[in-house]
């Protein structure tokens, strides 16, 4: 079956640090990869999403993600957090023809200061 | 312009009753998605419409769950029978025209079932 898994349920990072966020698939054959970041009530705000070509993936709010095809992997990374960037973070795939969207279980940041 | 639009953003219901909820996409946008998330879960496919039909409801639970776009643009949720078990943000989304193309979210409608 098509499942996307976040590893990391919660994670706690400093202002000012680094920050991976993992992500690994299982598909069969390359989907197209999304990452969707969730703060609360708010809705779903898309981040950047792969479909194919360059494996680094710019996106929005200084975030970038790499599709790692040997590891099924598409992690999102920072390299300096932000307090606002406390939220949740939600990886999907799709299957482009099918459309609907397989999310993750999702990893919650926290910022500290 | 206007984003996704989703009404009531609050419904609470008692077991056994019937309730509605309602998306009103992005203008012009062909496909609508109905997703539901629990709480510390991600959002599950419930439906995708593409115009007015449904292209896939492989995710819809259970025959108390049923869904309408009869003109193609908004949509409406509809449950039957609710249970305690129903009880999650219930999530819409709209894209230009499906395929791999950005979906767009709404705010949800948490339901809660007494």
Redesign the interface.
């Given at each position: 079956a098509q499942s996307v898994t976040q590893p990391d349920i919660h994670i706690t990072v400093s202002e000012g640090a680094s920050l991976e966020l993992r992500c690994n698939y299982s598909y069969g054959a390359t989907p197209y990869l999304f990452w969707y970041v969730q703060s609360p009530g708010q809705g779903l705000q898309l981040l950047l999403k792969y479909f194919s070509g360059d494996t680094l993936v710019q996106g929005i709010k200084g975030f970038e993600a790499e599709f790692k095809r040997s590891q099924s992997s598409f992690n999102l990374r920072k390299p300096s957090v932000h307090w606002s960037d406390a939220a949740e973070y939600f990886c999907a795939a799709s299957t482009g023809t099918a459309s609907k969207l397989t999310f993750g279980t999702g990893t919650r940041l926290q910022v500290t200061l | 312009g206007a984003?996704?639009s989703q009404t009531p953003s609050n419904k609470v219901t008692e077991k056994g009753k019937y309730v509605e909820l309602r998306c009103d996409p992005i203008s012009g946008h062909t496909?609508l998605?109905w997703?539901r998330q629990s709480l510390?879960?991600?959002?599950?496919?419930l439906i995708?419409f593409q115009g007015t039909g449904a292209?896939?409801d492989s995710?819809l639970p259970n025959d108390r769950f049923f869904a309408v776009r009869p003109e193609g643009s908004v949509s409406t949720l509809k449950i039957q029978r609710t249970e305690r078990g129903d009880s999650a943000m219930y999530?819409c989304?709209s894209?230009l025209n499906?395929?791999?193309n950005?979906?767009?979210?709404?705010?949800?409608t948490r339901l809660t079932v007494l």
């Open positions: - | 984003g996704v496909a998605y997703y510390g879960q991600g959002p599950e496919f995708y292209a896939d995710g999530l989304a894209s499906g395929g791999g950005e979906q767009f979210f709404g705010p949800g």
